[in-house]
């Protein structure tokens, strides 16, 4: 269904199930399927919620709007549009960052906060120096003003997100899964960009302000073990907006709800029962 969110913008949304509310939001290079299979186990007692974030899938593609504020305000408004004040959250990639300005900005709507393998927009920046951020190339590539960055990806749309879609996984997806991302991408360049580029700008504005806030709720964090190639304590540095804070290393590739998703689905319900 399309639901439309505070400023006109309709995002592409699928609910399954009944009872008390997730919302799980999508990374990058994906859309709302990648919660195919952790949303069919939650919606046996929950009502799940899986949007496309605004610019991807099938959601609008606005050319304002990609700052993790306005697009955890679009969540908001599709919970609402649900009839659902408060709820449970959960992002991998793009959508935790979503999900990570969400609690930090409506607690009083987010009852529960599950991000999975991301740090947060400050932590992230401050991590990748010297040879091994090269691993983050992309964020460099996006965070450069609009033209040059969406002329090189729309030369090669396909190569340039299919090298993650290969690269991030440890299991290689079915090929018409990966035939889905390639498409939803190839028509949301302009908008992944400007999504990309707000973390290099505004999100860091925003999240610079925000430094003395902590995340009240009950959190959990799964991640891959990337602190040794980065040299960072993941979980210290978690610990300082999440002082409750539940961290998992998973054994699994960047894609976690589709490679692990018994692992996921187990810690999302410990989280939401807590």
């Not at 993790?68 to 609402?80: L, Y």
């Not at 030369?155 to 997100?161: G, K, M, S, V």
Request: net charge negative; charged share 20%; with cysteine.
């Amino acid at each position: 269904m399309k639901i439309p969110v505070a400023d006109g913008v309709q995002l592409n949304v699928e609910v399954q199930g009944s009872g008390t509310p997730i919302v799980l939001l999508h990374g990058f290079p994906q859309t709302h399927l990648m919660w195919r299979h952790v949303a069919a186990d939650l919606a046996a007692d929950h009502t799940v919620v899986c949007p496309d974030l605004r610019g991807y899938g099938d959601s609008d593609k606005p050319s304002t709007g990609y700052d993790k504020r306005t697009m955890a305000q679009d969540v908001v408004a599709v919970a609402r549009h649900l009839g659902f004040s408060r709820f449970a959250l959960a992002g991998h990639d793009r959508g935790a960052h979503v999900a990570f300005r969400a609690g930090l900005d409506h607690p009083d709507k987010v009852t529960h906060l599950a991000m999975l393998d991301i740090l947060p927009t400050l932590d992230m920046w401050d991590v990748l120096h010297g040879a091994s951020a090269a691993v983050g190339f992309h964020l460099y590539l996006m965070a450069q003003p609009q033209g040059l960055p969406e002329q090189m990806i729309n030369a090669a749309p396909d190569a340039f997100f299919g090298y993650f879609l290969d690269a991030w996984a440890r299991t290689p997806f079915d090929p018409e899964i990966r035939a889905r991302y390639l498409e939803a991408s190839r028509n949301a360049v302009a908008s992944i960009v400007a999504d990309y580029r707000a973390t290099a700008t505004v999100d860091i504005e925003h999240d610079t302000k925000d430094l003395a806030k902590v995340l009240r709720m009950p959190v959990t964090v799964m991640q891959q073990d990337w602190g040794a190639e980065l040299s960072y304590d993941a979980k210290a540095r978690w610990q300082k907006w999440a002082p409750g804070l539940t961290h998992i290393t998973v054994n699994s590739g960047h894609f976690m709800a589709e490679e692990s998703p018994t692992d996921v689905i187990k810690a999302i319900r410990a989280l939401v029962s807590s």
